[in-house]
């Protein structure tokens, strides 16, 4: 069965230094998002991807992040200038149409000294 | 935009008792409502969903129902396992790519 897959599992950064984070959604899907989940806290939308631009964001996607699909399989996210409250796991997913069951990757937990 | 509220935060509940948990929401143009666990360290998975055109849906031991005007929902999971022991999250959607979570509530069901 197709999964969204994401690297890496873990990264470790200093505060201020740029990250990237990778996903790889289903291969057939048109809408890709990404979420922010903060240890044992809710899992807060950050970006949605549709049609090669953001379709939709929440407030807590500032100017320090960005999306990018870069070719037909990758999406990424960038956190320019990350901050301490920037650790979480950031789960990544994927839907075939909206309105419509959305499939998680495994999360890559960012950590940021 | 969307807020969903989820209660209650924690639940604790005998092997083959029932669970209840509830949520609301705030924006009236919501239409989709679906339901994940997500158990330690693991990703979220879709266990059961709900269209506004729907009042009830049932799989197995688990069902969801929809009251829109109240604009609340409930999932009920019914003879509760061991293996129900995760967090629940709700959540809506008011636009076909943009999905607003609860807070999740921590089940556990104890043998």
């Known amino acids: 069965e197709p999964e969204v897959t994401q690297t890496p599992s873990h990264q470790v950064t200093q505060m201020g230094q740029e990250v990237i984070l990778r996903c790889v959604p289903i291969?057939?899907?048109?809408?890709f998002y990404w979420y922010r989940q903060i240890l044992g806290q809710k899992v807060e939308f950050l970006v949605s991807?549709?049609?090669?631009?953001?379709?939709?964001k929440s407030e807590i996607f500032d100017d320090q992040f960005s999306v990018e699909r870069p070719d037909g399989s990758n999406f990424t996210l960038k956190i320019r200038s990350t901050k301490l409250e920037d650790s979480a796991m950031y789960f990544c997913?994927?839907?075939?149409?909206?309105?419509?069951?959305?499939?998680f990757g495994p999360g890559t937990r960012l950590t940021v000294l | 935009g969307e807020n969903v509220e989820q209660h209650p935060s924690t639940l604790s509940v005998q092997e083959g008792d029932s669970a209840v948990i509830k949520c609301t929401y705030s924006?009236?143009?919501?239409?989709?409502f679906p339901w994940y666990k997500q158990e330690l360290g693991k990703r979220p998975q879709l266990i059961i969903d709900i269209r506004s055109n729907v009042g009830e849906k049932k799989d197995q031991r688990i069902a969801v129902t929809l009251n829109k005007t109240a604009k609340h929902f409930s999932l009920h999971i019914t003879e509760t396992q061991p293996e129900d022991s995760a967090v629940y999250f709700c959540a809506a959607s008011r636009a076909p790519d943009d999905m607003r979570f609860g807070a999740g509530t921590r089940l556990t069901v104890k043998p």
């Open positions: 991807f549709y049609n090669n631009e953001i379709s939709e």
């Open positions: 291969s057939n899907h048109l809408y």
């Open positions: 997913a994927s839907s075939a149409q909206g309105y419509n069951e959305q499939f």
């Open positions: 924006d009236s143009a919501s239409n989709y």
